[in-house]
């Protein structure tokens, strides 16, 4: 009966809102403060814009206006003259999360630099991708147990973030959920957690073969242990404070962007377990004075040591086969040495632009 009653309702305020003006006031709602609809069918019940689904039910969408408020309450319903539609989700700010919401959707928080706090129920199961991106004067967040995912880059640049604590019930975490949060200096897994584990505060898989997340809040020196035999993506993003990072001969793999924009690290040595660089490992690494590739390394990736401006020089050995585009674009103090004929590599697109010098032996 509501879906029947909903669509008039709609249809007719839509009519008179290209008649009159762009928004049109209804008078009769929770609140008692005005309603308005855009040309989309989107309801305003101040201070939120609302999308009501076919079903009845409403979702809190984004607006730009959220970026001025500094607390908002949303409630568990809406009501508009007669009708009333429960919240099921939220695309856009809240701090007071009602019990009903069973997801925190893509991009929810985006941008929200004014939120400091917010309670997320037990009845959330799921954060979306970059649903906390940006959201700097957020310092502390606690998630529920009831929580299974967290979506990429969900908390990427919560630049104000100390400490997070993953429950036991998350079973996914994708790629550079908590990157560029650069005062975060734990990330914490409870010890009954199936999947994941942690050290010292940083983010392992539960055997700690896989290292997926220090976080950048992390100064100095870092051990990586001798049980870790991949350095996932994004491990090490936007560790801005390491200055050196020692990796065992047990690290068979190094995923790309895995040291990512890491500006202190001056020296690094790749161990001779490892047969690829991959794509933008070390990009900008502006602070990167040395490194020795092993000649275990048959391949390195496109964008690999861009714009580490530091390197002075680097010998390529013999049994690298391919480089990638761009992989040393913009080394302008580098002199690369290639162990090899130009005829028997296989060199991309601009992969040793602006280089100060290269030369092949054979």
């Not at 305020?13 to 069918?41: H, Y």
């Not at 409870?190 to 992390?218: F, M, Q, T």
């Not at 049994?319 to 130009?342: M, P, Q, Y």
């Amino acid at each position: 009966m509501l879906k029947k009653l909903l669509v008039p309702l709609l249809l007719a305020l839509i009519c008179i809102s290209v008649v009159a003006e762009p928004e049109t006031q209804l008078k009769e709602n929770q609140n008692g403060t005005d309603v308005k609809i855009d040309g989309n069918g989107d309801v305003f019940v101040s201070p939120l814009w609302y999308h009501i689904s076919s079903d009845t039910t409403a979702e809190v969408i984004y607006d730009e206006s959220y970026k001025e408020l500094k607390s908002v309450v949303i409630p568990s319903k809406i009501q508009i003259d007669v009708f009333s539609y429960p919240l099921t989700s939220i695309g856009e700010l809240s701090i007071k999360i009602p019990s009903s919401v069973t997801s925190i959707g893509e991009s929810a928080f985006w941008g929200c630099s004014g939120l400091i706090s917010i309670d997320i129920p037990s009845s959330v199961t799921s954060i979306g991708n970059n649903a906390f991106w940006g959201c700097s004067g957020l310092t502390s967040i606690k998630i529920p147990s009831s929580v299974i995912s967290i979506g990429y880059e969900a908390f990427y640049d919560c630049s104000g973030l100390t400490h997070i604590e993953i429950p036991s019930s998350v079973t996914n975490i994708e790629k550079n959920a908590f990157g560029s949060c650069d005062v975060l200096s734990s990330i914490n897994v409870v010890s009954d957690n199936s999947i994941y584990s942690s050290e010292d505060g940083v983010l392992y898989d539960k055997n700690k073969r896989k290292l997926i997340c220090v976080p950048a809040g992390k100064n100095g020196k870092f051990v990586i242990p001798s049980s870790v035999t991949s350095i996932g993506n994004y491990a090490f993003m936007y560790c801005r404070g390491l200055t050196s990072i020692e990796i065992p001969s047990s690290v068979t793999s190094i995923e790309n962007e895995a040291f990512w924009n890491c500006h202190s690290l001056t020296s690094i040595e790749i161990p001779s377990s490892v047969t690829s660089i991959e794509n933008d490992v070390f990009w900008n690494c502006c602070g990167l004075t040395s490194i020795m590739i092993p000649s275990s390394v048959i391949s390195i990736g496109n964008y690999a040591f861009s714009d580490c401006r530091a390197l002075t020089n680097i010998k390529i050995p013999s049994s690298v086969t391919n480089i990638g585009v761009f992989a040393f674009k913009n080394c302008k103090n580098l002199d690369v040495i290639i162990d090899k004929s130009e005829k028997n590599i296989s060199v991309g697109d601009y992969a040793f632009d602006d280089c100060k010098s290269v030369k092949f032996l054979k």
